[in-house]
């Protein structure tokens, strides 16, 4: 591939980069001169790709690839606004067909972190990694994890803080162990190391947070004698549905494509009866079509789309997973001229971030700057805004995700007390001196 072309597999961009002698390549935001500047001339046609092709693109203030010095895979950094301070989001481990893909999910992600912090006053801006699963390793072999995570930790040490990383899809509690064995800018630090561990439990009771926000709000009485539908049965979905399970929730229906996850599911939940499972193939959208008061999408974004809204039957859509809007103000209107409350995933599942925010001041027990994002009196806790933003969307007309972008957009504005931008002044030095 003697050009670049958005539509090439993951292996041929590689090959692409190979025979550039590209190991590592990056694109910055010139703010100066509004205009994005690559690291290498071979890579100017994606430059143009990003300004023409990706409406998603933000002026991103960074994105960073390299070629895994050991596994060949394709790893990727991206940074989105860091007004509020160093970029923060998780890192996705995850099958991406096209290199266009690759970078849409990490522009989308990163974007998505950037409102995910503000709307949750973290003291953080945006920030995703992404790795593309390699097509001739065993994603599950120890030793190549081990590898892959090692290198990839070494690329983030590499850029000197303007981003750091934690988990994500796709990324495990010992893969977490592994980064933090090769670099300090990290959070999801294992708690044997001093860090807040794995983040799926809280995360899982904010979504059932937004769920209950969205139900009182259409005078639904909560969660109790409600069915919901879950896409995705990952660690989330089944902290969610425990938490729902505590609140009376009359069925689950938890669906899966890896019998090995809905496996774990009935691990955790043995002979409850409200729970049910089922296996479904790739790109089975039915879950989100079932006639249940709820419909939680915890599996991969775009869900919400032209094919599915039409089909959804639920008043309530409330999920885990990230940017479920393909597009999101136009899928937002499709959704809201149906009359179907979305609950912006940018509220909802940030309890995550929100778990590691924190790890360098320490831990006390039922740690306010955490629990209070989850009771129902904190004027910014998931329950409050979440009803606030339903409630405000009936009244004025907009959709909900536009309420809470407005919100979002107000809080970007205001800079870190000390370190704002600062991630911007970290990639001007990196660029300085190659």
Same mark, same amino acid.
């Given at each position: 591939?003697?050009?670049? =072309? !958005?539509?090439?597999?993951?292996?041929?961009?590689?090959?692409?980069?190979?025979?550039?002698?590209?190991?590592?390549?990056?694109?910055?935001?010139?703010?100066?001169?509004?205009?994005?500047?690559?690291?290498?001339?071979?890579?100017?046609?994606?430059?143009?790709?990003?300004?023409?092709?990706?409406?998603?693109?933000?002026?991103?203030?960074?994105?960073?690839?390299?070629?895994?010095?050991?596994?060949?895979?394709?790893?990727?950094?991206?940074?989105?606004?860091?007004?509020?301070?160093?970029?923060?989001?998780?890192?996705?481990?995850?099958?991406?067909?096209?290199?266009?893909?690759?970078?849409?999910?990490?522009?989308?992600?990163?974007?998505?972190?950037?409102?995910? +912090?503000?709307?949750? +006053?973290?003291?953080?801006?945006?920030?995703?990694?992404?790795?593309?699963?390699?097509?001739?390793?065993?994603?599950?072999? !120890?030793?190549?994890?081990?590898?892959?995570?090692?290198?990839?930790?070494?690329?983030?040490?590499?850029?000197?803080?303007?981003?750091?990383?934690?988990?994500?899809?796709?990324?495990?509690?010992?893969?977490?162990?592994?980064?933090?064995?090769?670099?300090?800018?990290?959070?999801?630090?294992?708690?044997?190391?001093?860090?807040?561990?794995?983040?799926?439990?809280?995360?899982?009771?904010?979504?059932?947070?937004?769920?209950?926000?969205?139900?009182?709000?259409?005078?639904?009485?909560?969660?109790?004698?409600?069915?919901?539908?879950?896409?995705?049965?990952?660690?989330?979905?089944?902290?969610?549905?425990?938490?729902?399970?505590?609140?009376?929730?009359?069925?689950?229906?938890?669906?899966?494509?890896?019998?090995?996850?809905?496996?774990?599911?009935?691990?955790?939940?043995?002979?409850?009866?409200?729970?049910?499972?089922?296996?479904?193939?790739?790109?089975?959208?039915?879950?989100?079509?079932?006639?249940?008061?709820?419909?939680?999408?915890?599996?991969?974004?775009?869900?919400?789309?032209?094919?599915?809204?039409?089909?959804?039957?639920?008043?309530?859509?409330?999920?885990?997973?990230?940017?479920?809007?393909?597009?999101?103000?136009?899928?937002?209107?499709?959704?809201?001229?149906?009359?179907?409350?979305?609950?912006?995933?940018?509220?909802? =599942?940030?309890?995550?971030?929100?778990?590691?925010?924190?790890?360098?001041?320490?831990?006390?027990?039922?740690?306010?700057?955490?629990?209070?994002?989850? =009771?129902?009196?904190?004027?910014?806790?998931?329950?409050?805004?979440?009803?606030?933003?339903?409630?405000?969307?009936?009244?004025?007309?907009?959709?909900?995700?536009?309420?809470?972008?407005?919100?979002?957009?107000?809080?970007?504005?205001?800079?870190? !007390?000390?370190?704002?931008?600062?991630?911007?002044?970290?990639?001007?030095?990196?660029?300085?001196?190659?």
């Amino acid at each position: 591939m003697s050009q670049f =072309n !958005p539509n090439a597999t993951i292996d041929d961009f590689l090959s692409f980069l190979k025979e550039n002698g590209i190991a590592r390549a990056w694109w910055v935001f010139d703010h100066k001169n509004n205009q994005i500047i690559a690291s290498h001339e071979a890579l100017s046609p994606l430059t143009d790709h990003f300004r023409s092709e990706m409406p998603d693109f933000d002026r991103h203030e960074g994105i960073f690839l390299q070629i895994g010095p050991e596994t060949g895979t394709l790893q990727g950094v991206f940074v989105h606004h860091t007004n509020r301070g160093q970029a923060a989001g998780g890192t996705r481990f995850w099958f991406y067909d096209r290199i266009e893909d690759f970078l849409f999910d990490g522009i989308r992600l990163s974007k998505g972190m950037t409102y995910k +912090n503000a709307l949750a +006053n973290l003291w953080w801006g945006g920030g995703k990694g992404v790795i593309a699963m390699p097509s001739n390793q065993d994603r599950n072999n !120890p030793a190549f994890r081990k590898t892959l995570y090692r290198e990839y930790a070494e690329f983030v040490t590499s850029l000197k803080g303007c981003y750091v990383t934690a988990e994500d899809v796709g990324t495990l509690p010992e893969d977490m162990d592994t980064i933090y064995s090769a670099t300090r800018f990290t959070t999801c630090i294992p708690e044997e190391k001093g860090g807040s561990g794995n983040p799926s439990k809280l995360t899982g009771v904010g979504v059932a947070r937004a769920m209950k926000g969205a139900l009182d709000a259409l005078k639904m009485n909560g969660i109790a004698g409600k069915t919901v539908s879950v896409q995705g049965s990952g660690h989330v979905a089944r902290f969610m549905t425990e938490e729902l399970l505590k609140k009376g929730v009359k069925k689950v229906l938890l669906h899966d494509i890896f019998q090995s996850s809905l496996d774990s599911a009935k691990a955790m939940f043995g002979p409850e009866p409200r729970v049910e499972y089922r296996l479904i193939e790739n790109g089975d959208m039915s879950p989100l079509f079932e006639n249940a008061d709820v419909v939680s999408p915890c599996a991969t974004g775009g869900t919400l789309n032209d094919d599915t809204i039409p089909r959804i039957q639920a008043p309530v859509i409330a999920g885990g997973a990230n940017n479920q809007l393909k597009e999101e103000a136009r899928h937002a209107k499709m959704l809201h001229e149906r009359g179907i409350v979305y609950t912006p995933d940018f509220l909802d =599942n940030r309890m995550g971030i929100v778990n590691c925010a924190n790890e360098q001041y320490g831990y006390v027990d039922d740690d306010p700057a955490i629990y209070k994002h989850l =009771n129902y009196e904190w004027e910014n806790a998931i329950y409050v805004l979440t009803k606030k933003i339903v409630l405000d969307s009936q009244i004025s007309g907009m959709t909900t995700y536009e309420q809470a972008l407005h919100l979002t957009q107000k809080k970007m504005q205001e800079a870190h !007390p000390i370190w704002g931008n600062r991630s911007r002044e970290i990639i001007r030095s990196l660029i300085e001196d190659k």
